[in-house]
């Protein structure tokens, strides 16, 4: 099984702030990666996919990149809307395992 | 519109199988795959298994054998069964839509397991 290990697993920041999550896979997932977003009593929303693209209707406020085994999730300008926990997942091999979570608080 | 309906029990015995539908609309399951996500309160996401819209299934080994994914294509219905509930199963459970990436999720439904 391949672990995906998220850190951190919180942070603090200001609107405005840009803040960087990482996650590293325990073997090679190529740029099979997503990262979704879960705001306090909601389903899992997704934000990135294959890495690097954004879902539709997705902020450019969200970017995502790595390959391999490292991958980051970078959110630019954050905005009080952004309070949630953040979670990658990797589907290139099964089963498919998620992260820990990063829970991104607003100061 | 795309949608996911998960319904299901509040309660289940300890020992006993619980039964989880997952009733989807806008699309169809021969197109699309259906995931299972399960969420203990307050803790992570954790991938259950997967139907696949040629109809296979895999499923997570962590579940060994308990663990049974099913369909019924007219209906539009997925179904989870899952036996020898322990009160470490507690959690809400989801279903998810998959080309490739899990773009559409339902509402979960929280399942507590009593003893």
């Known amino acids: 099984e391949t672990v995906m290990t998220q850190s951190p697993t919180s942070m603090s920041t200001s609107i405005g702030e840009r803040v960087t999550l990482n996650c590293k896979a325990s073997?090679?997932?190529?740029?099979?990666v997503d990262w979704y977003q879960q705001t306090p009593g909601q389903s899992p929303k997704l934000l990135i996919y294959?890495?690097?693209n954004r879902h539709t209707g997705v902020p450019d406020r969200f970017t995502g990149s790595g390959f391999g085994r490292d991958f980051t999730l970078t959110i630019s300008n954050v905005e009080a809307e952004d309070l949630a926990v953040y979670y990658c997942?990797?589907?290139?091999?099964?089963?498919?395992?998620f992260g820990s979570g990063t829970k991104l608080e607003i100061k | 519109q795309v949608q996911l309906k998960e319904t299901g029990p509040d309660l289940v015995q300890l020992t006993q199988t619980l039964s989880i539908t997952c009733t989807v609309s806008?699309?169809?399951?021969?197109?699309?795959?259906v995931h299972w996500v399960r969420q203990p309160p307050g803790k992570g996401l954790e991938w259950m298994g997967a139907?696949?819209?040629?109809?296979?299934?895999d499923y997570n080994s962590a579940f060994k054998s308990r663990l049974s994914i099913s369909r019924d294509t007219s209906k539009s219905q997925v179904f989870l069964k899952m036996n020898s509930l322990q009160t470490d199963d507690t959690a809400k459970y989801f279903c998810a839509r998959s080309r490739v990436s899990l773009d559409y999720w339902g509402q979960g439904v929280m399942v507590t397991v009593s003893s």
């Open positions: 073997q090679s997932v190529g740029i099979n």
């Open positions: 139907m696949w819209n040629g109809g296979g299934t």
């Open positions: 294959g890495a690097s």
């Open positions: 997942l990797q589907y290139g091999s099964i089963p498919f395992t």
């Open positions: 806008g699309f169809s399951l021969t197109t699309y795959n």
